[in-house]
């Protein structure tokens, strides 16, 4: 008889994934659905709950069907970088702006990597601005103060 092995920390994500999407989806009934062509406030979020589902079942199916390899050492400066970058746009946006919110934002983040040097960083997190500005506040004409009252003279 054959034994079945798995890969466990496809599996655990596959579990977190599938368990995540679950509640999300489970949050979002509390909301209107409305219909495909007139979303209500939970149409969105219960979208992105059952691809979250999703993806986490097929993570799940394919962790069963791998051999499992060692989990290598945790990524401590990518968590320490990328955690506190949405954190920081979110706490700064109003007063700093978009503008030099997200160029920050995008600056912190691309320090995740021990590879970055610091002119790519400054190049990348300036592409990201230009490129995010260009399509939010001139192409979608979003409603948002690109500099805020910090950075105001």
């Not at 979002?28 to 079942?57: C, H, K, Q, W």
């Not at 592409?127 to 690109?146: C, D, I, K, M, Q």
Request: glycine residues 10%; aromatic residues 16%; contains cysteine.
């Amino acid at each position: 008889m054959k034994s079945i092995s798995f890969d466990t920390t496809n599996a655990l994500c596959g579990g977190i994934l599938t368990a995540v999407g679950l509640f999300f989806a489970w949050q979002s009934f509390n909301l209107e659905l409305g219909t495909a062509f007139r979303m209500g406030p939970g149409y969105f979020p219960l979208l992105l709950a059952v691809i979250l589902t999703l993806l986490g079942a097929i993570i799940l199916v394919q962790s069963m069907r791998v051999q499992h390899e060692p989990m290598g050492p945790i990524a401590l400066r990518g968590m320490f970088f990328i955690l506190p970058a949405p954190i920081f746009f979110g706490l700064t946006v109003r007063g700093l702006g978009f503008v030099p919110s997200l160029f920050f934002t995008a600056l912190i983040a691309c320090f995740a990597s021990h590879r970055m040097k610091p002119h790519w960083a400054l190049a990348i997190s300036l592409a990201l601005t230009v490129f995010s500005v260009a399509v939010f506040s001139y192409g979608l004409n979003l409603p948002f103060e690109r500099f805020g009252p910090w950075v105001r003279f």
